[in-house]
């Protein structure tokens, strides 16, 4: 293998995307891993680290990183603010040369030592190897129940094969790249938009680590954002299932009006308070999760509309 410094405009073996936030404990340790096992495969890689806002001092470890970097294989990407995570890796595919590009998150629960063997799939003709959990540890009885639930929901609504237990770390292959560069849409499930593309995959399974040190960065609310981006981006499912509500209340209603009628007729009044509260109740709580489910689809077709920058760049190294 050659051992020449590489420049940015030329294509390269292997292009690593690390999105980041807040890794100031793990970041040196990773960065001693993932350089390791990719000299075992290929010296002609680049590593794009891409800052998603990070308030620690995550930026100025990486700076250093790549500045020590004689061989230029290390890239930084700060952004402006915080963005979000399928933002950054976004970001970082956007500049990737790589003729296969690696997603991989720095926490070090997504082994780097596997690299090499995804690479030699990528070898026998794989297009996207993605890595497929066999055991999480390190993570709670609740997280596992609620992501277990998660894909089997999105694997009912979507018309898509999307695997299970599966995250973003994946290989794909240069041609996988250059189609998902040209899916601009905002709100972003990477893992979703991959398996849509199609083209040769093959699932890798593994074990995932508990995080090296550190919090995890998708607290409930992350994790419940991420997978309406999933379900919404993939399916129109969720607008069939609030018509059909409608028509299951209106025919409930039509059944109430008819038993009111016979009840008037035969001069007996309807006994009141206690079903008309059930009936308000129903028909209002359907009502709304109706107006819900279009406003979630109306306002991505505003955000989509707009037409802003997925993310703004405040600085870039090692370019």
Not at 104 to 110: E, G, H, P, R, V
Not at 145 to 171: C, H, M, Q
Not at 299 to 307: I, L, P, V, W
């Amino acid at each position: 293998m050659s051992n020449s410094v590489i420049s940015h405009s030329q294509t390269v073996d292997i292009s690593v995307v690390v999105p980041c936030y807040n890794e100031e404990e793990v970041l040196n340790e990773f960065h001693l891993r993932l350089t390791t096992a990719l000299k075992t495969q290929s010296e002609n890689y680049e590593v794009i680290y891409v800052s998603d806002g990070s308030e620690d001092n995550t930026d100025k470890i990486l700076r250093r990183i790549v500045k020590d970097d004689k061989k230029k294989r290390l890239r930084f990407i700060k952004f402006s603010r915080n963005f979000g995570h399928q933002i950054a890796v976004s970001a970082g595919i956007e500049y990737a040369k790589g003729e296969t590009v690696v997603l991989i998150d720095a926490d070090l629960q997504d082994p780097p030592e596997l690299i090499p063997e995804m690479f030699l799939k990528w070898k026998e003709g794989y297009s996207v190897v993605y890595c497929q959990r066999k055991m999480r540890t390190g993570e709670s009885k609740f997280k596992l129940v609620t992501a277990n639930w998660f894909y089997k929901i999105l694997s009912y609504l979507t018309e898509i094969n999307i695997p299970t237990n599966t995250g973003d770390f994946r290989l794909m292959d240069r041609k996988v790249v250059e189609v998902l560069k040209n899916m601009p849409e905002k709100d972003r499930f990477i893992r979703g938009m991959v398996a849509w593309i199609g083209f040769r995959q093959f699932a890798l399974n593994y074990d995932r680590d508990k995080r090296f040190a550190g919090k995890s960065k998708y607290p409930l609310w992350k994790m419940t954002k991420l997978a309406m981006d999933g379900i919404l981006s993939f399916s129109i499912k969720p607008l069939r299932l609030a018509t059909l509500l409608g028509i299951t209340s209106s025919f409930i209603s039509l059944i109430g009006i008819f038993y009111a009628l016979i009840m008037w007729f035969y001069g007996t009044p309807v006994v009141g308070w206690t079903l008309m509260f059930i009936a308000i109740m129903f028909f209002s709580g359907v009502q709304l999760i109706s107006l819900g489910l279009i406003g979630e689809y109306m306002g991505r077709s505003y955000a989509e509309s707009k037409g802003r920058p997925l993310y703004i760049i405040e600085d870039m190294q090692g370019f």
